[in-house]
């Protein structure tokens, strides 16, 4: 690379990094985009083989990305969303660099700008910017509970990131610890299998896969609940999980706990702690299944509401069997201890969650709690930007949907900065 300096160094290549490095381009501004493995890493290396996502075709393109699909309505494969990700690399001829691990953004001073260290298939390099985006996203360290170092050596563990298909798991009963969107996935394709899966649930809601008429998130754009600006976000709203929902299926599914016990799941409270064969669960099950149903029911409520408003020509809705509520929560156990010997479990998930590793930032960007500290991913270290992670901006910055705004306002920002410092070599 020979030490160059370019206007603008972008940490990441899945969909939020790709689509501000389009933007970059357009503007004609020199970058690199540095991907520690191939482009979409996350999506190759986090999904299990089942995994669709979660929103139909036509709400993942990227910016200036024309339908690479046959069926828009339909929901993609991850690896078919990776082929995606390389076309759009290909296409508009974006320079990222794969296998390029970056250990070091730290302030450059004598060149006005960064100093980036990065591993280029395994060989250190420098390089300098003017101005970096950070878009390695949020989901790239896997969380799992200290107290999973207490069960016994014998019971294989996996986070959700790590979990394929049942096939790799030992015969046996599974657990998986997580009701959000990844746990609840992964008990139905382990249900599918024809394995007996206990699932620890948490607090989620719950939205129908569609309703009268409609996928459920062009009723949610519409009414304008993905617009909500983190500035106006209750700390309630921002601390809300993703809901319980799936791609699966040709026009995706709703996915509940009841429709799960139905499949033969236990419905279990959260887990709380574990000794060597024993989990122990918060006796809230039920209150988890109330919760979703009472999620969801108010969701369709308000979207009766906007049609009614907006005397939108909408069918009346069609029975979901998934999304039929369980008035006495008869699905969900009241068990609060959990042997794994006695029931035969040989295999924990651990859908439990991500947090990002931003630990290559050398510099004065966190909080006391060290989380990022920015406003509307712009921090407060001059050229240095946040882009692909939840609530950036407002609630859609945390889907693929709402990346091209947000992408957006960054280079826009990005502009602004090149054009006052141009002069600066």
Not at 170 to 175: F, R
Request: net charge negative.
């Amino acid at each position: 690379m020979d030490h160059p300096l370019v206007d603008v160094v972008v940490v990441g290549a899945g969909h939020a990094g790709l689509s501000i490095s389009k933007l970059l381009a357009d503007h004609q501004l020199s970058h690199r985009v540095f991907e520690r493995g191939q482009i979409g890493e996350t999506w190759r290396s986090q999904r299990w083989q089942s995994f669709k996502l979660n929103s139909v075709n036509r709400l993942s393109l990227l910016p200036g990305q024309s339908p690479v699909f046959e069926d828009s309505e339909a929901f993609s494969y991850a690896p078919a969303f990776v082929n995606q990700l390389e076309a759009y690399v290909r296409e508009f001829n974006l320079p990222v660099v794969e296998h390029a691990v970056v250990t070091a953004i730290e302030k450059e001073e004598a060149r006005s700008g960064f100093a980036i260290t990065v591993t280029i298939n395994g060989v250190p390099q420098t390089c300098y910017s003017r101005q970096v985006v950070v878009a390695s996203g949020g989901q790239n360290k896997l969380t799992i509970p200290p107290f999973a170092h207490q069960i016994a050596a014998g019971i294989v563990q996996q986070h959700a990131a790590e979990y394929r298909s049942a096939a790799q798991l030992p015969p046996g009963a599974v657990l998986v610890v997580g009701s959000a969107q990844s746990g609840t996935q992964i008990a139905e394709d382990l249900s599918n299998a024809g394995r007996t899966v206990f699932l620890s649930t948490c607090k989620v809601g719950r939205i129908p896969r569609t309703y009268r008429g409609k996928d459920i998130f062009d009723w949610m754009f519409g009414m304008g609940l993905y617009d909500t600006m983190r500035d106006e976000a209750s700390p309630e709203l921002l601390r809300t999980r993703p809901p319980q929902v799936s791609g699966v299926g040709i026009r995706g599914k709703t996915c509940s706990l009841q429709s799960l016990a139905q499949k033969g799941a236990v419905i279990l409270g959260k887990a709380d702690h574990a000794d060597r064969d024993t989990v122990y669960l918060q006796p809230n099950a039920a209150e988890h299944v109330l919760f979703a149903d009472a999620f969801s029911a108010k969701l369709k409520s308000a979207v009766d509401g906007y049609i009614d408003q907006q005397n939108i020509a909408a069918p009346a809705p069609d029975e979901d069997p998934n999304d039929l509520p369980d008035e006495t929560a008869s699905c969900a156990s009241s068990i609060t201890t959990l042997s794994l010997k006695a029931n035969n479990i040989t295999s924990i998930i651990w859908a439990t969650g991500f947090t990002g590793d931003f630990s290559y930032l050398k510099l004065p960007v966190f909080n006391e709690d060290k989380t990022l500290n920015h406003h509307n991913g712009v921090s407060a270290v001059e050229g240095l930007y946040f882009l692909g992670l939840p609530w950036l901006r407002r609630r859609a910055s945390g889907i693929i949907w709402g990346i091209q705004d947000d992408a957006v306002s960054i280079a826009q920002r990005v502009l602004q900065f090149h054009e006052c410092h141009e002069s600066v070599v």
